[in-house]
């Protein structure tokens, strides 16, 4: 396989983890590049389901070795409640998770100053973060006030705490919120980071290692291209670079180990939190994928929004990631609708848009130029080969190809493993 980078390519929970999960199988190491548990990667082999929230998805082949980058924010608790359960549910991480020094600590302050911060939005400028932290930590590692996994492995790590502490304390009161206790912030990183030890490394020098011994590299992409802080929907973003740029800055690989962008993209479209969604059903239409395809975040368990596919967001995607090959995910989800419909561009005050806007209250304001096509009325999601789909999912499929530019590489049906097709990669 070549070194392939994974990434999103709408408003995140594409089956991401389930793709991974298959490519995982051909790959050396697997390495997340950017996020922290924001991120929910759902995996379901028989009839064991993982949710992954900072491991990535190759940690269940057990020769296969898993890599934290220095691009993601990290919750030292959470990422110990994750390794544990995956070991009490036999699944081994020592020796082959490494955890890079140089990515980011988020600190109960950070998640803390997230919830209070989004407290104190008005309605409609709510994001409808996660409440991870993610925001508070990316904006301390920017304003040069983070602490990183390395610094957990320093003996003056309780006044560095402290430190960061009573300004966050001083934030908070600001924001009307609680202050936190300075000795129980500490002793809960301290624990972690004394479980953590071992695991935390060098990876740039690790992976670039691997790179020059001809690993294979899967890179493994978290939330997607629209809420990617450059180039979605901003503000309603995450605050990371979910797009393929991020992987070489989140990794420290250099852009030619690149060697494939696979995007994931699901048959509809689904965004959870606030921001413009101009394909969303607000009616029984949107409901029924809402129940179908499980739509409830795995981090947070809200209900995601759902709608059409939108070919604009999945031309813009490929454009910006320089995507290679779809894979195409929860297509079985519209088995028993009788029309579906494709955005194919927006309009807006008269004006055809074919690409994504910048500006926020253009975008909120657009409207959907939609091509119909007909269901196939029939279950897809026990078929194993490509070959057997219905002709009219086939066509459906090649359509969303078509329109969108990019050939069809993996086509998934169901959840499990096995309904996955190989198509081109
Ligand atoms: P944050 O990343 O928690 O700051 O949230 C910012 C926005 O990104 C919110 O709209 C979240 O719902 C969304 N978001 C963050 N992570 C994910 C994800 O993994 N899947 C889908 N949406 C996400």
Redesign the pocket.
Known sequence: MANTLLIGAQ???EGKGKVVDFLSQNADIVVRYQ?GS???HTIEIGAERYVLHLVPSGILYPDKTCVIGNGLVIDPVGLVKEIKELNARGIMTAGRLHVSDRAHVVAPYHKAV?AASENKLAVGAK??????G??PTYADKANRTGLRMGDLLDPALKTLLAGRLAQKNELLATLGAAPLEAAKVYAEIHEAALFLTPYITDTVKLLNDAYRAKKEILFEG???TM?DIDFGTYP????SNPTSGGACVGTGLPPRSVERVLGVIKAYTTR????PFPTELLDATGEGLRKRGREF?A?TGRPRRCGWFDAVVGRYSAMVNGVDYWAITKLDVLDEMETIKVCVAYECDGKRHETVPASISILERCKPIYKEFPGWMSPTSQIKRYEDLPVKAKEYVKALCDITGVPLGVLSVSPQRESTFRIAI
């Open positions: 408003w995140g929970d996020g924001n991120a929910g997230d994001i409808g973060t996660t409440q991870r993610i925001g978290a939330q997607g809420l309603f973003v995450t605050s959870v939190g606030e921001g975040g981090t």
